[in-house]
């Protein structure tokens, strides 16, 4: 028996790609915008995270390549030696304002953000509070960190409390996604962040696809509650509204001092490349100089929403431009993908053990850059699609 015959014995997606079923590792031939290129045909993008339609901005194109000429492709080593560039400090100060904290700190995926933030934080005999449907590298962040990761029923306040009782007195972490990224729905950061001042533990909040999002400025869903004096830690990514690839940590300054000098993601892996820096910083201009871009997202996020429910889907408990449609069994999932693929609509299928058994979804998440016509155009082929798979 070797090591490696679990990947040689791996067949299940082998199996899945000849029967025609395998919606993953696509591959776009083309800019990420409203519609895209796959395989040659021309699709509309229903599936992306680029909720401000910005990564094809000649704006953010012209930062990244000025950014380029002037620094190179990459800084050849870790932000702790020689890879800290002028550009990462601007860049870190505009991220803190944009937030409302003292300071911030950028990582080179929003991945290793939260694994070094977590990981850093939470000791050997203190504890991480978690919602059941917190983000996977949440989840990975816990379990590189030597606390005990405690889990509570989605944006369950009552069982959020009955954890925090068990462990009053010890040192916690509570970790929430301000908008979850397959149920597409709220944080209920009010509350958590009143549970923390009550048994006196400590708040971080997952921003990721809630900056551009959420607040008349974007900042997200701390902001857009009125909570920013209470979450101790807010983090961001720059794959989606921000156009680019990374993430940051913001905080008091004393926090972000110290997770300099701990976090080991941050300290052993090279820093966020020139382009990148530069391509979030001019997006966050944007952002300030264009707010209907937000005003335009939510009023396609409304129709949407509003059309799917006349039409008989399952949104659950979605308020954001993340919408999920329940469809059931795997069967239902694949099946919509498939049809929708062969329409030229570019869906995502989210499967068991991303979702529980026999709650599959189809994920469609939507930009500000979508016109009427396209989303009426996906519509009708939703329509069609479902009605002919009976699932509304």
């Given at each position: 028996m070797s090591l490696l015959d679990?990947?040689?014995n791996f067949q299940d997606a082998k199996r899945a790609m000849a029967l025609g079923h395998y919606p993953y590792f696509r591959v776009i031939s083309s800019e990420q915008d409203t519609e895209v290129i796959v395989n040659g045909k021309k699709m509309l993008m229903m599936g992306s995270n680029s909720y401000l339609g910005l990564t094809n901005h000649p704006r953010i194109m012209e930062a990244a390549r000025k950014a380029v000429t002037k620094y190179g492709t990459g800084c050849a080593g870790s932000r702790f030696l020689n890879g800290t560039l002028d550009i990462h400090i601007e860049l870190e100060h505009e991220l803190a304002q944009?937030?409302?904290?003292?300071?911030?700190?950028?990582?080179?995926?929003?991945y290793m953000a939260n694994l070094g933030t977590i990981s850093a934080m939470v000791d050997r005999g203190e504890y991480i509070v978690t919602d059941k449907l917190d983000h996977a590298s949440i989840i990975?962040?816990?379990?590189?960190?030597?606390?005990?990761?405690?889990?509570?029923?989605?944006?369950?306040?009552?069982?959020?409390?009955?954890?925090?009782?068990?462990?009053e007195?010890?040192?916690a972490l509570i970790v929430v996604d301000g908008i979850f990224s397959m149920e597409g729905d709220i944080a209920d950061i009010p509350h958590v962040c009143d549970l923390a001042k009550k048994y006196n533990t400590s708040v971080m909040v997952d921003e990721a696809h809630s900056l551009g999002v959420l607040h008349e400025t974007g900042a997200g869903a701390t902001m857009c509650c009125g909570r920013t004096r209470d979450v101790d830690l807010i983090m961001g990514t720059f794959s989606k509204s921000l156009a680019s690839v990374g993430g940051f940590i913001a905080g008091d300054t004393d926090i972000i001092h110290y997770l300099k000098h701990k976090s080991r993601p941050l300290i052993f892996s090279a820093s966020l490349p020139p382009a990148s820096a530069a391509t979030v910083l001019e997006a966050l201009?944007?952002?300030?100089e264009e707010p209907?871009?937000?005003?335009?997202?939510?009023?396609?996020?409304?129709?949407m929403a509003t059309s799917f429910k006349e039409m008989g889907y399952d949104i659950g408990t979605s308020c954001t431009p993340v919408i999920p449609l329940h469809v059931g069994n795997v069967e239902n999932a694949f099946g919509m993908w498939k049809r929708l693929d062969e329409e030229g609509v570019f869906i995502n299928p989210i499967i068991p053990p991303a979702v529980p058994q026999n709650d599959c979804l189809i994920r469609c998440s939507f930009m500000s850059t979508h016109t009427r016509p396209q989303l009426e155009r996906a519509l009708d082929k939703f329509k069609e699609i479902g009605k002919e798979l009976h699932i509304i």
């Open positions: 679990k990947c040689y944009y937030v409302g904290k003292e300071a911030s700190l950028a990582f080179a995926a929003g990975d962040g816990c379990m590189l960190s030597f606390g005990k990761m405690l889990r509570y029923n989605h944006n369950d306040m009552e069982n959020l409390e009955d954890v925090l009782q068990r462990i007195g010890k040192n201009n944007i952002i300030k209907e871009r937000i005003v335009r997202l939510w009023d396609n996020t409304h129709f």
